[in-house]
């Protein structure tokens, strides 16, 4: 299982930025996944999750409204489409599957850095 995140960078509040995940090494068509993040000195946590075909997602409170979560089957490649970014959106941005992760799996993330 391999799991690459890009699209990350510095941005001003209230701006936009595209993370996109590229997924390798297991059946990506019919795995449910999701976006997590980690911010410094706080536990990981689930920010979107996306059903296998697409249909369904879910976020979490603090970026309902703001983040869509989609993802193409056909090129293993998963997204996040981060709009009115906050300060408190600042942190590593990382995919892999839900609820269940490949736990020895992580990729190395991709950094978020949101300015006031």
């Known amino acids: 299982v391999q799991l690459v995140e890009s699209g990350g960078g510095l941005v001003q509040a209230g701006g936009s930025l595209r993370l996109s995940c590229k997924a390798s090494?297991?059946?990506?068509?019919?795995?449910?996944m999701a976006w997590y993040r980690q911010a410094p000195g706080k536990q990981r946590e689930m920010v979107a999750a996306i059903t296998s075909g697409g249909g369904t997602t879910n976020y979490a409170d603090s970026v309902k409204g703001r983040f869509t979560i989609s993802r193409d089957n056909a090129k293993n490649t998963m997204y996040l489409q981060m709009n009115s970014l906050k300060p408190e959106d600042t942190a590593v941005y990382y995919c892999n599957a839900f609820p269940t992760t490949y736990e020895n799996s992580w990729g190395q993330g991709t950094q978020v850095t949101v300015s006031s």
């Open positions: 090494g297991f059946t990506f068509s019919i795995t449910y």
